[in-house]
């Protein structure tokens, strides 16, 4: 059964440093990794979606790279801002349907 | 496009109360999808379907019915409430993008409290 998991929970960083999310899965049968983000009370934005083949996305500050033998995927976030605070989540898409296993998150702070 | 919406933001049951949590899309998408999210546990999958017409069960279906009569919409069911469906629901629509890609957008959540 694949399982999603997001190390750590909860992180907080000053204004202007460069960050990592991590997110882990254990069973490397992906068909795409997708990140979200959320705010509170809100619903969840699409931030980048990685196919399989991909090794990473890139938008804006945000990059994301895929490494499936290992199990593993990062959110790089460039110059962090105050606006940047949020729980972001990744899901993975296990099989040909359109079904999404979460993690549980990582809340970010990013202190002006 | 007003997107993925959701009625009602909050609501309050009593147990045993039973009510439609409604879901709307606006965007033509095929496939369209309920979660539910708990603290620490991230968002997990109640049902889904995959068009008009056609429903399948998720991860954790009990005590919840759908039916997707339209393409647009897609209402859950909460049959008799119960404390343990207290929780934020999610409904969010996907269509198969470029390379299968089925990127889901997200409605703004009902967060439900049953006491």
């Known amino acids: 059964k694949q399982e999603v998991t997001q190390i750590p929970a909860a992180l907080s960083v000053p204004e202007g440093e460069n960050l990592v999310l991590n997110c882990s899965f254990t069973d490397s049968a992906i068909y795409n990794l997708q990140w979200f983000r959320q705010d509170p009370g809100k619903g969840l934005t699409s931030l980048l979606l990685i196919q399989s083949s991909q090794r990473e996305q890139t938008s804006g500050r945000l990059n994301a790279s895929l490494d499936k033998s290992s199990g593993r995927s990062t959110l790089y976030i460039a110059a962090s801002q105050p606006g940047d605070s949020a729980t972001y989540l990744c899901?993975?898409?296990?099989?040909?349907?359109?079904?999404?296993?979460f993690g549980s998150g990582t809340r970010l702070l990013v202190r002006p | 496009n007003a997107g993925v919406t959701q009625t009602p933001k909050f609501q309050v049951l009593k147990t045993g109360q039973s009510m439609t949590l409604q879901c709307a899309q606006d965007m033509n998408h095929e496939y369209m999808s309920w979660y539910r999210q708990d603290p620490g546990m991230g968002l997990r999958l109640i049902h889904y379907?995959?068009?008009?017409?056609?429903?399948d069960q998720g991860e954790v279906p009990n005590g919840y019915n759908v039916s997707r009569s339209t393409t647009e919409d897609f209402p859950l069911r909460l049959l008799s409430a119960a404390p343990s469906q207290t929780s934020v629901y999610f409904c969010?629509?996907?269509?198969?993008?470029?390379?299968?890609?089925?990127?889901?957008?997200f409605g703004p959540g009902t967060r439900l409290t049953v006491t």
């Open positions: 899901a993975v898409k296990i099989d040909s349907s359109y079904k999404l296993i």
């Open positions: 379907s995959v068009g008009a017409g056609i429903t």
């Open positions: 969010a629509s996907s269509y198969k993008g470029q390379g299968g890609s089925y990127e889901q957008y």
